[in-house]
Antibody, heavy 125, light 113 residues
Framework: QLQLQESGPGLVKPSETLSLICSVS??????????WGWIRQPPGKGLEWIGS???????FYNPSLESRVTISLDTSKNQFSLKLNSVTAADTAVYYC?????????????????WGQGALVTVSS | DIVMTQSPDSLAVSLGERATLNCKSS????????????LAWYQQKPGQPPKLLIK???TRESGVPDRFRGSGSGTDFTLTISSLQAEDVAAYYC?????????FGPGTKVDLK
């Protein structure tokens, strides 16, 4: 059974970089069938797709965040990571890592069949 | 970007009654070459991650009870819970994966009446 687990600091100062890691167990990040992605949800609000990465290292980012986001793979640790720089209070959210099943017409994944439990990241001084 | 809207924002349904949730996309998510709608539905309970219920607009994910039914095509979609159970109290989101950026609807909250 695939499991994903987010880890990282729960508090980040404004203008600094948010960094999260997603550890994958029960499956491999090198599988060619799947992408690996990040989604966030501000408290009490809806879901926003941040971006996805393919096993080859190809990345797909939400244009609204693209200038500040980096998603990368660490195949040796079976992990993938999220970095979001120059954060503000608007970036306060629960950050989920998830597995998007390949299906979209232009890459990036598709629907999300497995999710981590989520990590609350608060941006505050 | 494809904008997803959902209605109603919330609804209260009695146990055993039917709940009907609507989702609309700003452009068609039907790909004519394979006749598939690139639309998924999720259920999210408080404090939990979303759970995939329906993919391809009408295909139930493994283990999802058959009281959940997805329907619709093109730009208009419906999630029907045929006989609401107490454990179905949750927020429900639709998501398009026709194009990235993948986008979600704002959600519909389902409560017990």
């Amino acid at each position: 059974q695939l499991q994903l687990q987010e880890s990282g600091p729960g508090l980040v100062k404004p203008s600094e970089t948010l960094s999260l890691i997603c550890s994958v167990s029960g499956g491999s990040v090198t599988s060619s069938r799947y992408y690996w992605g990040w989604i966030r949800q501000p408290p009490g609000k809806g879901l926003e797709w941040i971006g996805s990465i393919y096993y080859s290292g190809s990345t797909f980012y939400n244009p609204s965040l693209e200038s500040r986001v980096t998603i990368s793979l660490d195949t040796s640790k079976n992990q993938f990571s999220l970095k979001l720089n120059s954060v503000t209070a608007a970036d306060t959210a629960v950050y989920y890592c998830a597995r998007p099943v390949a299906g979209s017409l232009n890459g990036g994944g598709g629907y999300f069949d497995y999710w981590g439990q989520g990590a609350l990241v608060t941006v505050s001084s | 970007d494809i904008v997803m809207t959902q209605s109603p924002d919330s609804l209260a349904v009695s146990l055993g009654e039917r709940a009907t949730l609507n989702c609309k996309s700003s452009q068609s998510v039907l790909y004519s070459t394979n006749n598939e709608n690139y639309l998924a539905w999720y259920q999210q309970k408080p404090g939990q991650p979303p759970k995939l219920l329906i993919k391809w607009a009408s295909t139930r994910e493994s283990g999802v009870p058959d009281r959940f039914r997805g329907s619709g095509s093109g730009t208009d979609f419906t999630l029907t819970i045929s006989s609401l159970q107490a454990e179905d109290v949750a927020a429900y989101y639709c998501q398009q994966y026709y194009n990235f950026p993948f986008t979600f609807g704002p959600g519909t909250k389902v409560d017990l009446k």
